[in-house]
């Protein structure tokens, strides 16, 4: 293979780039508008315009687009040609400062949730500098926000990046408390996981389930599922190694620092974790991940499935979220450091964690939801719905004497002194032990894991970064004021444990006595999407976001009503694709075989009166009895959704229909299907098994 340092970042216009192709002053000054978050002067931006189209042409692009992040939960391109017409029928390729800066672009087919008015369709993408030009299928891509043309949010990137403002405000007082003179900003990093299943593409072209909602609606266990964990870490097939060896160069070169791929728990399933970066490009990132996986699966004759539960019974996919606040001098200031200095300060920011998700579990939960995520949180395979924080023993034990003023370490007797002793060294891999947990320490970062394996990451990092920094302001309110600083410290930090200390938990999440336990504690336990997206409304959350200006009221209001109407439309397709799939499949493949057995009966006994039937009549009972079970089903599931289309309710309501009225309804069909696909001919059934479908790539 080619040099691997040539070929990364290669279709990507960063620094290096922008260093060779621009003048020395327009290098400058557009490093400063991206440190400063400034906008960008017209005359630099046609000089960087007129640089990065030579390059994109050099490069095979012959289209530019602004790539932004609606709240479909996708990437958005629309493409422009460079091509630009002069005199005499010849034409130009152009790309002004103008087209870099700003697009113009009509949002009237993205969800706004009433944000944009209908009379006003115009939206409008900004680039965003901090994250690099690249070129992808012959297009150079620019990264922006999109916002209303009232200047409102309409995307997953804008209040991303405000949320990175909110954090860095607040958390640049905390850190000149404790000096750090050379510390100008304080940026966010992340580290997606992602998990994906790789299933056979004829396969499935043949289940309509798949097509139209990304996950399996009906279908019986195959007789070996996950149990044995001989998948997990397992050899790569060749077939897929030879997808994951594409996706790395493809990655490569777009920047994405792909770094480690193996096979998970599940079989079919995967996982690619990168190496972190700064939220908002890890945010990009991600998403370009998802969509390469995609597109690179096909070619390799395969689909990439990226649903939080594609198959019932086996473990879904999730997305790890390791998430940390580093300086510009390049600290990490969830890594504990060595000296007492060091130590104090890592507390102060690993407290302004704990007490942020302790204050806010109702808006990380709610980050997280998702129709298909529903099937995965609380399911023994995934965190539980409840948020809680594992520290690791050893944090935990100083946390708890500095709680009660005690001794840390028996033995040496030495009383834990905030900024004055020196935290005993952790052993960074014995912070990683628990698996259970939906937000863990490990080590100099933390690890939400209750992610669904489909969302854009830019929610939950929103939340993360915005709640934090209102712990931070809180923090620095308090000690800006204190006559003696050490004391004050010493003293916040103690109260933040006591108040905090209920979210920290240490034990087996999956364990059924942690639900009441949780409950005990009066940590929530929002099960699915309709109950947690209040959230989105409640006056404290509104109070949060508007504060630190990461969202407007009527940002969050429009946010609860996307995410409802998206919750209702997904099951509604979900049941359509049930009832169609039980009208013209499934029902007619098992009338067929008990046809077939009928008539096999009725040959038997024509060819002796006394032949036993006793398979062939059992079946047919057994087969005719479902069926029916499964119709009745299938028109009672008709009438509901029909009421509920005619139905006045607001889309709360609509939403809790769909959750307890539909989805049962769907279980109970699919409970039937299954039965009866254990119990027909394999010729007979339409659709492609589990088995076919777990193990089908080789
Ligand atoms: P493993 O889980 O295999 O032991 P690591 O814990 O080192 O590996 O990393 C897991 C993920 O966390 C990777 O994507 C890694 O880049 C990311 N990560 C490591 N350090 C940080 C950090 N400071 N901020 C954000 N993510 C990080
Ligand atoms: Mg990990």
């Known amino acids: 293979m080619e040099d691997l340092s040539k070929l990364f970042g290669r279709n990507v216009f960063n620094e290096s780039r922008m260093k060779e192709r621009l003048p020395k002053e327009t290098y400058l000054a557009l490093q400063k508008t991206i440190k400063d978050g400034k906008h960008l002067d017209i005359n630099i931006a046609n000089i960087v315009a007129s640089a990065m189209k030579d390059w994109a042409i050099e490069n095979g692009a012959t289209h530019f687009t602004h790539w932004f992040q609606p709240m479909t939960g996708i990437t958005a391109e629309k493409h422009d040609s460079f091509i630009s017409p002069i005199d005499n029928g010849n034409i130009i390729m ?16 993205f969800p ?3 944000l944009r008015a209908t009379f006003e369709a115009r939206g409008y993408t900004a680039w965003d500098p901090t994250s690099y030009a690249f070129i992808k299928n012959n297009v150079l891509c620019i990264p922006t926000a999109f916002c209303s043309y009232g200047g409102e949010a309409l995307d997953k990137k804008t209040p991303l990046l405000r949320s990175m403002e909110a954090i860095n405000r607040q958390a640049m007082r905390v850190i000149k408390l404790f000096g750090n003179e050379d510390v100008t900003s304080v940026k966010t990093t992340v580290g997606a996981e992602q998990e994906y299943f790789l299933v056979d593409r004829d396969m499935y072209d043949r289940r309509p389930d798949l097509l139209f909602t990304g996950r399996t609606l009906y279908g019986a ?10 998948h997990y870490y397992g050899t790569i097939k060749s077939k897929v190694k030879s997808f994951m060896d594409e996706l790395n160069v493809e990655l490569w070169k777009l920047g994405v620092f792909a770094k480690t791929e193996h096979n998970e728990v599940a079989p079919a399933q995967h996982e690619l974790a990168p190496v972190f970066t700064t939220t908002n ?6 998403q370009l991940t998802m969509e390469l996986m995609q597109r690179i699966a096909k070619k390799h004759g395969m689909v990439c499935l990226l649903h939080e539960k594609p198959f019932e019974c086996v473990n879904g996919s999730g997305k790890h979220n390791n998430w940390s606040i580093s300086t510009n001098t390049g600290k990490n200031l969830l890594d504990p450091g060595e000296t007492p200095y060091e130590n104090a300060q890592f507390l102060l920011f690993l407290c302004s964690v704990i007490k942020a998700v302790d204050d806010y579990q109702d808006m990380l939960r709610v980050s997280v939801t998702s129709p298909g995520n529903d099937h995965r949180l609380g399911a023994n395979e995934a965190p539980p719905a409840i948020l809680s924080i594992f520290l690791g023993e050893e944090i935990t034990e100083v946390l708890e004497a500095i709680e009660k003023d005690e001794d840390y370490d028996s033995k040496e007797k030495a009383i834990m002194r905030v900024g004055v002793h020196v935290l005993p060294k952790f052993p960074k891999d014995t912070t990683d032990r628990n698996r259970t947990s939906p937000f863990a320490f490990t080590g100099n970062k933390f690890e939400f894991r209750a992610l669904g394996s489909s969302a854009s990451i830019s929610g ?27 004391e004050a410290l010493n003293k916040l930090i103690r109260r933040t444990i006591k108040k905090h200390k209920r979210i920290i938990f240490g034990g087996n999440g999956y364990d059924g006595d942690w639900v009441n336990e949780a409950e005990r504690r009066g940590l ?24 630190h200006k990461v969202f407007n009221e009527a940002e969050m209001r429009a946010r609860y009503e996307i995410h409802l109407d998206n919750y209702s439309k997904t099951i509604n397709i979900e049941a359509l694709t049930m009832i169609d799939m039980a009208q ?47 119709f009745a089903d299938v028109n009672e599931l008709k009438d509901i959704l029909k009421k509920i289309k005619a139905s006045t309710d607001t889309a709360q309501k609509i939403a809790e229909d769909y959750k307890d009225l539909v989805i049962p309804k769907m279980n109970e069909i699919r409970n039937s299907a299954d039965k009866m696909e254990l119990l027909t001919d394999r010729d007979y059934w339409p659709y492609p098994s589990y088995a076919d479908l777990l193990f089908g790539v080789r």
Request: hydrophobic fraction near 35%; include cysteine; aromatic fraction near 6%.
């Open 112 to 114: 706004s949730g009433g």
């Open 460 to 486: 939950p990092n929103v939340v993360l970064n915005t709640t934090v920094a209102e712990s931070l302001k809180q923090f620095a309110d308090e000690l800006e004021g204190a006559e003696d600083f050490d």
């Open 281 to 286: 490009i890890a945010a990009d990132h991600n």
């Open 221 to 230: 266990m195959s007789p070996k599922g996950q149990e044995l964990d001989d």
């Open 524 to 547: 929530l336990n929002l099960r699915t999407t309709p109950e947690c997206l209040p959230c989105y409304i409640a006056e404290k959350n509104i109070k949060l976001f508007t504060e």
């Open 584 to 630: 013209k499949d499934i029902l007619p493949a098992a009338s067929s075989f008990i046809k077939y057995l009928s008539d096999t009966i009725i040959s038997k006994k024509s060819a002796a009166a006394d032949l036993d039937c006793g398979y062939e009549l059992e079946t047919v009972k057994e087969l005719t009895h479902l069926e029916n079970k499964m």
């Open 94 to 109: 152009d790309f002004s400062g103008k087209e870099l800066v700003k697009g113009e672009s009509d949002a009237s087919s």
